[in-house]
């Protein structure tokens, strides 16, 4: 197979009959998936050294699929555009069962489309693991951190998200899921459709469209969504609505990859309005931020530090 060809196929440039082919030379002979690991190592190191772009331009990480699903499909690349991160997961027979993880880094949020249609934004620090194939009678993925899903519709099949504190289940819906083991922090917030959350202890509570549950000492609390802004980070977007300096420096420090030092006595009393575009930049937030103060900062850009002074 000429290695163009391959390399097209590895980047999703190949028209279908080029597809069709490689995957059917694929599966003719294991020297053939032997050759293609070796490509995928050099793909790999292409894509590690490459050189990173400006981070203003680097806000948003998009994950595409690199392989199409055909009925004798037999491997699945996929590939991070525009930075150093990918992954590859070669599968030759009954791929449906393989499992893939995605990562999305402190700071970046990352886009990406399941097999059934259904899109699918991570936050900063987020991980989700997910089959490469759906089968069977339900559509499962898990995550850790913060996933929102717009769930393609497939009837008889709902789509079912696992985390550390019970599952969610829906048939075609957008929502928003917050799963924070390490801080005790869970919520889901749907913005459209229904959905069913089911507890480690078997409770349960339904959800409609403009509600969010949250976890209240091993329970879920049902609440309208009062700030629908707050959903709008797959879009690079920062909404203020009324936060308090905590809970914006915790928001800037999550969209920036960076730790708040506060080296002042009091915490600045200040309610925010109005939106941040995270490509703007760290500074640009950080002048939101201490608008109104007296408050000065300095970033750190070796240690990822910012001191509030």
């Known amino acids: 197979m000429d290695r163009e060809i391959l390399f097209r196929f590895m980047q999703c440039e190949t028209p279908p009959q080029e597809e069709l082919a490689v995957l059917n030379w694929l599966d003719e002979d294991q020297a053939n998936q032997h050759e293609m690991d070796r490509l995928d190592e050099i793909f790999n190191a292409m894509v ?22 055909a009925v004798s499909a037999a491997a699945m690349i996929a590939l991070i555009v525009g930075g150093g991160y990918w992954f590859s997961a070669w599968r030759i027979k009954d791929f449906s069962s393989r499992m893939l ?13 399941l097999q059934d249609g259904t899109q699918v934004w991570l936050n900063g620090n987020s991980k989700m693991e997910y089959p490469v194939a759906f089968s069977g009678q339900s559509r499962c993925v898990k995550i850790t951190g913060e996933v ?6 497939c009837p008889g099949q709902p789509f079912i998200v ?43 509570v339904a959800l409609i469209a403009g509600q969010y549950a949250d976890l209240q ?36 420090e999550r969209a920036y990859n960076v730790k708040m030092e506060l080296q002042c006595k ?25 608008a109104g103060t007296d408050r000065t900062f300095e970033i750190d850009y070796e240690t990822n530090r910012v001191y509030i002074r």
Not at 59 to 67: D, G, K, Q, Y
Not at 103 to 111: F, S, T, Y
Not at 222 to 244: H, T, V
């Open 162 to 204: 696992h985390t550390y504190a019970g599952t969610v289940e829906v048939l075609g819906t957008k929502f928003d899921v917050l799963a924070d083991e390490a801080n005790d922090l869970f919520s889901t917030a749907l913005l459209r459709g229904k959905v069913r959350i089911t507890s480690e202890q078997n409770e349960t």
């Open 48 to 69: 590690l050294h490459a050189p990173a772009p400006a981070p203003r331009r680097r806000s948003v990480f998009t994950l595409r699929n690199v392989c199409r699903f």
């Open 217 to 252: 000492n091993g329970h879920f609390v049902k609440q309208s969504i009062e700030r629908p802004d707050d959903y709008l980070w797959p879009d690079g977007i920062i909404a203020l609505n009324s936060s308090s300096f905590t809970h914006l420096a915790a928001k800037i």
């Open 266 to 290: 009091e915490v600045p009393v200040i309610k925010y309005r109005g939106k941040i575009r995270i490509v703007e930049g760290l500074e640009h937030a950080l002048k939101i931020l201490l």
């Open 101 to 113: 993880t995605i990562c999305a880094p402190e700071g970046q949020r990352i886009h990406t489309v």
């Open 148 to 153: 929102m899903f717009d769930v393609a519709q």
